[in-house]
């Protein structure tokens, strides 16, 4: 007999060997459980499930599916979301996969639920799980700034599995040298910024003026939001904050989070977030070109930006950077509130970026 239950902290090590066993990444189990323990939303998510398992009566628990518990706001009002995480079972149990994500799709006690790093199989089962692309734009297609271009040109050759890829890759880059030249030299920084070693109060104070932002659906930014989400990168070195400060105040700020894909031998920071006030073209154009400069001194390939609406994305354009579309649409949303369903069919009202789709 096989089943579906609700996960529980104590299912994290069998919950990591699924995983493992399935391809995808370990995990801490102890910093995992402080990791759910010290969740700053905890007691207003007390009864949602932090995942489901699929258990058999002789090979024990054989598939997993995580339930991110994330506090969004939209229109000064609160909204509580299961962002769907790990999405693993076991070979000789796949044809009960689907127990799994109509759990998570059925579940009670959110508002939301969203996919934000759907697959290729996962995006074909979404519609018949009454799940909905977002009505933003351009949201499966990434940019990237290239800072060493004969490693990047490498992994590009890797990933279209052209043979030789090591020994084209000079040539490639050559040509990535050649199309940068043509693009334009190097923004100046305009504006301080600083790298901080942690979110302070200054995000709370900066969290109340974003907020005030009308008609957009976006994670809650406040300082303990943000320890919960980025502080363990932080302390091992696998995140960097750059901050610019306006009369003493926060202005803006970027998160940059370390990547290594590892089958292509590509190093690269990935833009976690970032937000400036009133969305401020200079102030997003200062922190990426001083997120630019922290991928080249930290001897990484690329930084790469993915999300945001499109007036944002028109900043990053003007910065010349490269771009891919990924070949499957990777964000998908179930409005459980009936009173959000009018309101996320609107293109507008999308600003997500990796911190909001998880």
């Not at 979404?126 to 271009?149: C, H, K, N, V």
């Not at 009308?214 to 070195?237: C, D, I, N, P, T």
């Not at 990935?270 to 930290?298: F, G, K, Y």
Request: net charge positive; glycine share 8%.
């Amino acid at each position: 007999m096989i089943r579906v239950r609700p996960a529980a902290l104590c299912d994290l090590e069998a919950i990591d060997a699924v995983c493992v066993r399935n391809g995808l990444s370990s995990f801490d189990t102890v910093e995992t459980r402080n990791w759910w323990l010290s969740h700053p939303f905890r007691t207003e998510f007390e009864g949602v499930p932090i995942g489901w398992v699929l258990e058999s009566d002789t090979d024990g628990i054989v598939g997993t599916f995580s339930n991110v518990h994330m506090m969004y706001e939209l229109d000064g009002r609160r909204f509580k979301c299961g962002s769907a995480g790990s999405w693993a079972v076991d070979r000789s149990h796949r044809n009960s996969s689907m127990l799994l994500a109509m759990s998570y799709f059925s579940q009670e006690g959110v508002d939301l639920c969203v996919n934000g790093s759907a697959s290729a199989v996962a995006s074909r089962l979404m519609p018949a799980l009454g799940a909905q692309r977002t009505a933003s734009e351009d949201y499966d297609l990434s940019y990237f700034w290239i800072t060493r271009r004969r490693n990047f040109a490498r992994a590009v050759l890797r990933k279209k599995k052209i043979p030789a890829a090591g020994l084209l890759s000079h040539a490639a880059a050559l040509v990535l040298w050649a199309a940068d030249l043509r693009s334009g030299g190097r923004r100046r920084n305009l504006s301080e910024v600083k790298q901080l070693n942690g979110f302070g109060d200054e995000f709370d104070a900066f969290w109340e003026k974003i907020r005030q932002g009308r008609g957009r659906l976006r994670a809650v930014r406040s300082s303990a939001a943000l320890e919960w989400r980025f502080g363990g990168y932080l302390r091992q070195k696998r995140a960097t904050v750059l901050a610019i400060f306006q009369g003493g105040h926060l202005g803006g700020y970027v998160v940059l989070r370390r990547c290594v894909r590892e089958h292509l031998g590509l190093r690269q920071f990935v833009i976690a977030d970032l937000q400036a006030l009133d969305d401020s073209p200079d102030v997003i154009l200062d922190l990426l070109a001083a997120a630019l400069e922290a991928t080249r001194q930290e001897g990484l390939d690329a930084l790469e930006w993915q999300g945001w609406n499109p007036a944002k994305r028109q900043v990053a354009r003007s910065l010349h950077p490269k771009s891919y579309r990924y070949p499957v649409w990777p964000l998908y949303y179930k409005a459980v509130n009936p009173s959000l369903v009018p309101v996320l069919a609107r293109a507008d009202s999308w600003d997500f970026s990796p911190f909001d789709a998880f």
